[in-house]
């Protein structure tokens, strides 16, 4: 993970790689290794997902003007690669093809979100909890 | 494509984009090809089966061939790719080699990954972090923010000729693979004549095959013979200018480098007669040398070799005339005006490149423009002159812009007092945590190619930064001892 030809930086075990509530004008990709995806809510933490090698996250900091939603942490020793907002929002204008990619995960994300939901929705019923408010697809 | 910079015989003027004689070449252009006046047929498009030959499999002739056939394949159509490339990548040794510095910018590293194509350690033989400016009067080291591994420094074959097993992946060969992992043959014969019928070109290889295609991709470097062919197909294509580069490589083993040269890429602003610029770029277990001046010749490559702030970066004892091989290859200094006809596209060196730094990162930004034009909008010249040309303007535009930034690094090299205050700025700069990096910015994306020259122009006449040079100006002026500051590359 350290070789000489490694690209990106190596992020220990436990290493913090961005914190909900921290602005973001970066996205990464891993190189190596595999990270922990997080929520924190009233100082609980809840792992939403783990992400490994070749994975691109914090994209949403390059679209929208919000704080990171997610606090991402290395599960192992991760490398990861830093890609500046600056450098893709200057390509993107030149060629949009670049957004194929992010495109392409939202929409998988999008996906996996839908299932997540009607599974919970089912785990609720199953368990004889009604939703308030009915869920639209 | 060598990671190399500035160059005193070809001024400002020489790509000024209104010069009569470049006009003249235009007009000459148009003559050859009344298509040109018309935008030719322009309802020529790819479609489920049609043929496309990309002649030449460096990296723009692999990425062309990558983004066509991923694109194509987002839209539901069946395309058959042959990749001509009579030379092996994998072999050992130099046969493969594509004659370059092998610098893998940061933006380009950056722009691969959000494509999806991240680059291994196996093909990467050293991750840069850092510059190191030397200079008559000190050195200084320049770190990425982040200090994080942007750069990537690649073999582009199977490495010099003293190398019978190679231990890496070369960067030609990983990006060829992955062309033809998304269904492209491989066509190991040397193309030797090109020709149109019924509109149709044709390409004649070496081994007395002829096959016509709906489009032909020109994807060879400068010193390929083949690119005079298109000279006289009429089709306006006149080939880009050239100049001389130096290219060594040196063996020094892993543990040497990692000691001496460390994870820097270092660069030279010497005052020896024809040299403008020189880098030391650490790999694996070798050292690449490049240089770009005037009249670049062997004799050139020694003089720098045996400089003093050459022989304190690499290991007490090393002798500048072992070296395990050497090159004299032609780059592109000055693009093509019309890298394009019905059927025919020219992308990387044989088109349009940027000026002395970041080739690679061309070949990139046209071969995938180019794979864009011919999958969304056709195959037509109108096409490629209204969707691919833009691109090629823009890097044309940039270089002008360019000559000025590089005429600005000649004034620092010929002046030592200016080269002084670059020092002490920089210095300060990189000693200093936080603060704006003006100058350091600056000479980074110089150096690594890494923004538009446009954007650094632009950053070159910032007043924080004339003021923070005026500042240093006075004590610059004064006689100094010979080194003003010394970094210890780790």
């Given at each position: 993970m350290t070789g000489n030809g490694a690209l990106g930086r190596v992020y220990e075990p436990g290493e913090v790689i961005v914190r909900q509530g921290d602005e973001g004008d970066c996205m990464f990709v891993i190189q190596d290794g595999e990270v922990d995806i997080l929520v924190e809510e009233d100082g609980a933490e809840a792992l939403l997902r783990v992400a490994g090698r070749n994975e691109i996250l914090g994209e949403m900091a390059i679209f929208e003007h919000q704080p990171r939603s997610a606090t991402v942490r290395a599960r192992g020793q991760a490398r990861i690669l830093t890609l500046d907002k600056r450098n893709f929002l200057r390509r993107i204008n030149e060629?949009?093809?670049?957004a194929f990619q992010i495109v392409e995960i939202m929409s998988r994300r999008v996906r996996e979100l839908s299932q997540e939901v009607l599974e919970l929705k089912a785990a609720l019923s199953a368990s004889g909890v009604t939703p308030k408010e009915p869920i639209r697809g | 494509m060598t990671n190399v910079t500035c160059h005193r015989t070809f001024p400002v003027g020489i790509l000024a984009p209104k010069t009569p004689r470049r006009e003249a070449r235009v007009a000459a252009a148009i003559a050859m090809d009344p298509g040109r006046q018309t935008g030719g047929e322009a309802d020529l498009a790819l479609e489920d089966g049609s043929r496309i030959a990309v002649v030449g499999s460096g990296p723009a002739g692999s990425l062309f061939t990558y983004f066509l056939l991923e694109m194509a394949g987002r839209v539901g159509m069946k395309l058959a790719v042959d990749i001509y490339e009579p030379r092996a990548f994998a072999q050992a040794g130099p046969v493969g080699c594509n004659m370059c510095g092998g610098i893998i910018s940061e933006s380009l590293v950056q722009n691969l990954a959000m494509d999806g194509v991240n680059l291994p350690p196996s093909v990467v033989q050293r991750g840069i972090d850092a510059y190191v400016l030397h200079t008559d009067v000190g050195s200084v080291r320049i770190s990425t923010p982040g200090e994080e591994m942007r750069i990537g420094a690649v073999h582009r074959g199977g490495g010099p000729r003293d190398v019978t097993e190679a231990k890496w992946e070369s960067f030609d060969h990983h990006l060829q693979a992955l062309a033809l992992n998304l269904g492209a043959q491989l066509v190991q014969t040397r193309v030797d004549e090109v020709s149109r019928e019924d509109g149709r070109p044709v390409l004649r290889g070496r081994d007395g095959t002829a096959q016509s295609y709906d489009l032909v991709v020109i994807a060879v470097g400068v010193n390929s013979s083949i690119l005079k062919s298109f000279e006289g197909l009429g089709i306006g294509y006149e080939r880009p200018k050239v100049t001389k580069t130096l290219i060594r490589e040196y063996y020094l083993g892993e543990e040497a480098i990692n000691k001496h040269l460390g994870t820097s890429m270092h660069v030279f602003l010497l005052d020896i007669p024809r040299l403008e610029f020189a880098a030391l770029i650490p790999k694996g277990d070798y050292v690449t040398m490049c240089l770009l001046g005037e009249d670049i010749d062997h004799a050139l490559g020694d003089a720098f070799a045996d400089t003093p702030e050459v022989r304190a970066v690499m290991p007490p004892g090393w002798q500048p005339d072992e070296k395990s091989c050497q090159c004299l290859p032609h780059i592109n200094i000055h693009g093509v005006e019309k890298p394009f006809a019905d059927r025919i596209v020219f992308i990387g060196d044989s088109g349009v490149t940027r000026l002395y730094k970041d080739g690679i990162g061309a070949a990139y930004r046209t071969a995938k423009a180019a794979a864009r034009v011919a999958v969304f909008d056709g195959i037509s010249e109108a096409a490629f002159r209204k969707h691919y040309q833009p691109v090629c303007e823009s890097i044309m535009s940039d270089n002008r812009i360019g000559e000025v930034a590089f005429i600005m690094t000649r004034v620092a090299r010929r002046l030592r007092f200016v080269r002084r205050i670059l020092l002490k700025v920089t210095t300060r700069e990189q000693d200093r945590a936080g603060g704006r990096k003006l100058l350091s910015s600056i000479l980074w994306d110089m150096f690594s190619g890494s923004a538009p020259y446009g954007d650094i122009f632009r950053r070159m006449v910032n007043p924080g930064l004339i003021a923070r040079l005026a500042v240093a100006l006075p004590g610059s002026l004064l006689p100094s001892r010979r080194r003003d500051h010394t970094e210890v590359v780790t």
């Open positions: 060629d949009p093809s670049l | -």
